[in-house]
């Protein structure tokens, strides 16, 4: 009988807690028992029904951290899985389950290396710790943001962070985030005066008032990007007015859009533009505004320096540098000054159903991990 890797043994213990959003279900406490024994001082930070944990070795500086999240997305229809999302089923070199790629299978990654590491009698010149939320998938209002915010406020300061966000497109480690873009949300509201079809003198369509508008937002070009970010998006994700009748004009329309925005601009410039549209067109309206996070970004430096050389030892891979995706938890902790890089395994199948990694992407990652820490905080001691 084949022995699994370490990785995979503590990846599949961790998938077999069904921590949907924002559940915890035990996965700190077993991250805790794996390294408590090695000198990792636990602190829990809960907030209202979020689980946070700051798991640290050491206590001077540089600070390196793994910023990760326990959390998972529901299942939908368990019908539809190869395998039940939670038995943590191994087949074909391919490990199935919720969480197995965002983010379980990293977390097992990041923990096996350091125990690794710490066997061999290493010890990091600086210190290492692990941010851990069960607040990344839902509305991460009382996640990340609250633990930094408490680091923040006793001046504790994270140097490097590394997120275990499923980062790579084909091959562990090809692509490596620096940076994301800031999502600016909001739902709009048009008021026209609702009446009979047959008598439009007597209403005022919203839908007719706003079509012009909408088509002017859809056209502007907000920015060009820049040599890191594509330039901002504006999509409009829903719309809806009216009754259900087809003989009755609706009195209000409602809308929901969305930016992805560049640091080319910011979220009050774009607010400022929409509602001089909005203005232009005589709209009589309603804005709610809704900021999920800001764009940032990591330039070259010694945690990026420090990523490429690993990844290209383990796989020989030139990696990609990206931007590109949604929003993560690096949005919180960027804005304290800290180098931010997302790495992970591949993103192919997150969020949906029979979501899985490779057994051997793991074994790639433990070792890229361990590499990254040699470099950062013992470079005397890389092979």
């Known amino acids: 009988m084949n022995t699994l890797h370490p990785a995979i043994e503590l990846a599949q213990a961790l998938i077999r807690r069904p921590s949907v959003t924002p559940e915890d279900a035990g996965c700190m406490d077993l991250i805790v028992e794996r390294l408590a024994p090695l000198g990792f001082r636990a602190e829990f930070m809960d907030f209202g029904e979020v689980r946070n944990l700051w798991l640290r070795y050491g206590e001077t500086g540089p600070l ?36 197995a790629a965002d983010m379980k299978g990293s977390i097992a990654s990041f923990v096996v290396a350091v125990e690794g590491l710490f066997r061999e009698g290493w010890r990091p010149q600086g210190s290492i710790a692990l941010l851990l939320t069960s607040d ?56 026209g005066r609702q009446g009979h079809v047959a008598y439009p003198q007597l209403a005022d369509n919203p839908i007719h008032r706003f079509a012009p508008a909408m088509a002017e937002l859809v056209a ?98 030139d990696t990609e540098l990206s931007t590109s995706g949604g929003t993560s938890d690096g949005r919180f902790i ?10 992970g395994p591949l993103n192919a199948t997150i969020h949906q159903v029979d979501e899985h990694v490779a057994v051997d992407e793991l074994v790639t990652l433990t070792e890229i991990h361990r590499r990254m820490l040699q470099r950062l905080l013992s470079p005397a001691q890389v092979p």
């Open 220 to 317: 502007t070009e907000w920015d060009q990007g820049n040599d890191f970010f594509p330039p901002t998006t504006f999509q409009i994700s829903n719309i809806h007015a009216g009754t259900g009748a087809t003989n009755v004009i609706p009195g209000s329309l409602d809308v929901l859009f969305n930016f992805r925005f560049s640091t080319e601009t910011t979220d009050s410039e774009l607010r400022r533009k929409v509602e001089s549209i909005l203005d232009r067109h005589d709209l009589n309206y309603e804005v709610e505004w809704s900021l999920s996070g800001q764009p940032f970004l990591t330039p070259a430096g010694e945690l990026v320096e420090a990523a490429r050389a690993a990844i290209a030892e383990v796989t020989g891979i």
């Open 334 to 343: 960027a804005p304290t000054g800290a180098q931010v890089l997302e790495l």
């Open 64 to 99: 390196y951290c793994y910023a990760g999240h326990t959390d998972v997305v529901p299942t939908g229809p368990e019908t539809e899985w190869r395998h039940p999302p939670f038995d943590a089923v191994i087949e074909d070199g391919r490990l199935y389950g919720r969480g």
């Open 136 to 191: 990344e998938e839902g509305p991460a209002v009382n996640g990340t943001v609250k633990v930094v915010e408490t680091l923040q406020a006793r001046n504790e300061h994270i140097d490097w962070c590394l997120v275990g966000e499923p980062s790579s497109s084909q091959q562990v480690g090809d692509v490596i985030k620096n940076g994301r873009r800031g999502s600016l949300g909001a739902r709009l509201v048009v008021h």
